[in-house]
């Protein structure tokens, strides 16, 4: 056994003599590539500069706001893009989770303040603009920000992470727009102002939660990055970590639920397609423009909207494919079908006629 051991222990080590004399042989003189983070009063300063609610930075949160708000009411992915990558906001986010783990609080105090400007400002622009608009149609970008999930979360911490090592790289800033895009401050807080002006304060709520979201994780996931790059130290961050953790806790819970609910709903949704269309008659040949499903607490509501001939569909078929999809998915299962009435008129050219 022991000389088992032992030819192990040689092969290892031969082993990892070979990989690291090939690694010093290939890497040449790359080594001056190897970027250090900046030094603590160079990320200061510019984390300060970040953080202040200055003209600039109110500018364009204005303009953001507005681009995103028009984005959204318009239904159009490209302009909501346009204003993620002008909007300011992460910049007294990252602020506010380097203040945490340094234990400075005036840039806490600063950070703090400009994020709760920039988000009345957001908010107020953007009702204002629906206001002024008055459009009424929620579009599927506006209702896709009410609707938070565990997933949201995910991409938030992912992002906070990456916007505090960008911050914190003097050569890689290029990443800040794209970090931006992927955690979408701005469209969540136009969404709580179109909401207002709407009257659809439970749309207001899902994207204030999803804001809240955002914000909570970018700090919390920041904070660790600055901590592990030797800013600050833990005992000075163990109370706004011990915090962020608690309100992410607490916000998982509601965010667990909302994605069950999307997963239910796919899956019942994909299995009432495939059920209706391929194994009854009532629908096999017919145009179904859209199926909805809702979980409730008992049951699934599944509504369907078909384009039909009037009286081609009747009140007993509709009994029989309620009571065929209750067996198949076994389930309560509150059935409503709507009917679009289909009449075909055909006027032919006179010319054809007499021919």
């Not at 199926?291 to 909207?305: A, D, Q, T, Y």
């Not at 494919?321 to 709507?338: G, H, P, T, Y």
Request: charged share 15%; aromatic share 8%; hydrophobic share 50%.
């Amino acid at each position: 056994m022991a000389t088992i051991m032992s030819l192990i222990k040689k092969q290892y080590i031969f082993i990892k003599n070979h990989i690291v004399n090939f690694w010093n042989v290939s890497s040449g003189d790359w080594h001056w590539l190897v970027e250090k983070p900046m030094p603590i009063a160079s990320l200061n300063r510019h984390l300060w500069r970040l953080s202040v609610p200055s003209f600039s930075f109110h500018f364009l949160l204005g303009a953001s706001s507005i681009i995103a708000t028009l984005g959204m009411l318009a239904n159009s992915v490209a302009v909501i893009i346009g204003a993620m990558i002008i909007a300011p906001l992460m910049g007294p986010i990252i602020g506010l989770a380097y203040a945490m783990v340094m234990g400075n609080r005036r840039l806490l105090r600063r950070s703090s303040l400009t994020i709760l400007t920039g988000v009345i400002l957001t908010v107020f622009i953007a009702f204002l603009s629906t206001l002024l608009l008055g459009l009424k149609t929620i579009s599927p970008e506006i209702s896709s920000r009410a609707n938070p999930t565990l997933i949201d979360l995910g991409v938030a911490l992912a992002a906070g992470a990456a916007g505090a090592f960008a911050n914190s790289r003097r050569r890689i800033a290029d990443a800040l727009p794209g970090v931006a895009i992927s955690v979408a401050l701005v469209p969540p807080l136009g969404v709580v102002g179109i909401g207002l002006a709407l009257g659809q304060e439970r749309l207001s709520f899902g994207a204030m939660l999803l804001f809240f979201t955002n914000l909570t994780a970018i700090i919390f996931s920041g904070g660790l990055v600055f901590l592990w790059q030797s800013y600050g130290n833990f005992k000075k961050a163990t109370q706004g970590l011990f915090v962020s953790i608690i309100i992410l806790f607490l916000l998982a819970v509601p965010l667990g639920f909302s994605l069950k609910n999307i997963l239910i709903k796919q899956n019942v949704h994909n299995s009432v397609t495939r059920l209706i269309q391929q194994r009854t008659l009532t629908f096999a040949a017919r145009d179904v423009r859209e199926i909805r499903v809702s979980p409730r607490r008992e049951l699934l509501l599944i509504e369907i909207e078909v384009a039909a001939p009037l009286g081609s569909i009747t009140k007993t078929q509709i009994d029989l494919v309620q009571e065929f999809l209750e067996k198949e998915l076994e389930s309560k299962i509150d059935l409503k079908v709507r009917v679009i009435p289909v009449d075909i008129f055909e006027s032919k050219n006179k010319q054809t006629k007499n021919n």
